[in-house]
């Protein structure tokens, strides 16, 4: 058995030390290297950086000024298989070490700007900002501004902005940790919440978020 | 495929190999044993339906709500580092293992071990301030004690008054561990655990507008060597029953114990009740300081041993005072 995930884990290590990275000599993140490197991206994301919501589809989330370290670490989530996605997969697997930086870089100083026209119920309006202001306690649902903070503005590296995130973004994703497809979080601390949601819960939160203003 | 694409594939069948499945992210907590009181309290909403309070009294509630949720809305009045009523409350102040705020308002006035004298609700709030917020206490009768009285109160509508057998009154309590509670094994917890929200040192983490979003758990930020959190029992029930957060009982007791042993061996703001050396106040105090770790030696240096009081510029805040009775009867 020993044997038999030698190279396996191997490989893990091979992985994890070239994302990892820090020891390795990189240059500084490059903004202005990491525009080139867009180029990839904007057919999805947009010249913007503020993606597009696709309803019945894969949506295409905003990653104008979103935190760089979050950026990076979902590139190499992807590149490594702990992020599970036909559609990032095979761009996230073009880029060196150095480019995810740049382009994590390029896409965190962009200035993001609302794309979306969202409207919502009064019902999800009033579930929408209790679960992300209140959270739901009697069934051990914290809110989303727990972690994510005042306005889901975002916290540091591990915690994205929510707000004006487009809401068929976020429905997929709480869908994706719901039934297990996603769980690339720290802790699974989103995992652990999103499977507490109903199909109504995360209507409402998805939609109220995607309608906050951007900070 | 290039080497990229392989080292990929590679990995993913390496941790599927490896038996890595999702995690069980259930809410483990203990069951409310037989006999005792299991207390709904009321929600917010429940407060806007309720018709049979008056419209003046729902506008102090409220508040009191507002008080509890953003404490910090007192920073350098009453509260002197980053934490607010809700950080150790969890769950609005409603919830059964997250200690609970009502059972004060049905239990008290009454004879408390840590001051060695008879409470009243307001002292008991007072209490956190000076400890648990590293600050100055709301003045007796004040606009601000009386809306997170209020607030408290409301909570325990319906609730038998002097009822002590309460179930998910404070943290709970865990057994003994196996093990005595180890530094480097609570370290090796905290690294895996706990810092990807409380940060690396512990120092908690803010947002880009510098509020707090994940408390510190030691240093200035953090609650000072007479919080009750310094215990090491407390600290490791909090953990257990609250961390991390949305998934109570995810942590073995024996690393609830290891990482509250981990976290409460670093230093702190003095505590309040401070007679001159760490040692000599532990003494003083043993009650309580039998349970902590402050006024004892840990990796070479005591604890406790400055007189640092953090962001707060004094030592004890004035109304955290003694009481006696000694004119009182003892019997009729």
Known sequence: MKKQLKPRIASLVLALSCGGASGLALADADPIKGQQTSAMCIACHQADGNGKSNAGAESWPRLAGLNAEYIEKQLRDFRGGLRQSATMMPFANMLTEQQIKNVSAYYAQLTPTHTEAVSLTDEQQALGKRLAVRGDWDRYIPACNSCHGPDAAGVGKSFPELAGQHSDYIRQQLHAWKNGSRSNDPNNLMLAVAKRMTEQDIDAVALWLAKQPIK | MDIANKRGVLLLFGI?????????????????????????????????????????????????????????????????NDMNCRTCHMGEGRKMWAAPVWPASTTLPDFRGKNQHVNSVEERIAGCFAFSMNGKPPAYGSDTMLALVAYQQWMAKGAPVYETNIAGRGFGKLEKPKLEPDYGRGEAVFSENCSVCHGDKGQGQKNAEGTVVFPPLWGDGAYNWGAGMTRIFTAAAFIKHNMPLGQPGKLSDQDAWDVAYFINAQERPQDPRFVGSAEATREKFLNFHKHTLYGTKVNGRVLGAHTNTGEKPFLKPDNLKPRTFEQGSDSW
């Open chain 2, 16 to 80: 599927m190999a490896c038996g890595i499945t999702v995690a069980d992210t259930s809410v483990k907590l203990p069951e409310p044993k037989e006999g005792q009181y299991v207390h709904q309290a009321p929600t917010l909403e429940d407060l806007e339906k309720d018709e049979s309070l008056k419209p003046q009294l729902k506008a102090v509630i409220r508040k009191g709500y507002d008080l509890f949720m953003n404490t910090q809305q007192l920073r350098g009045e009453n509260v002197f």
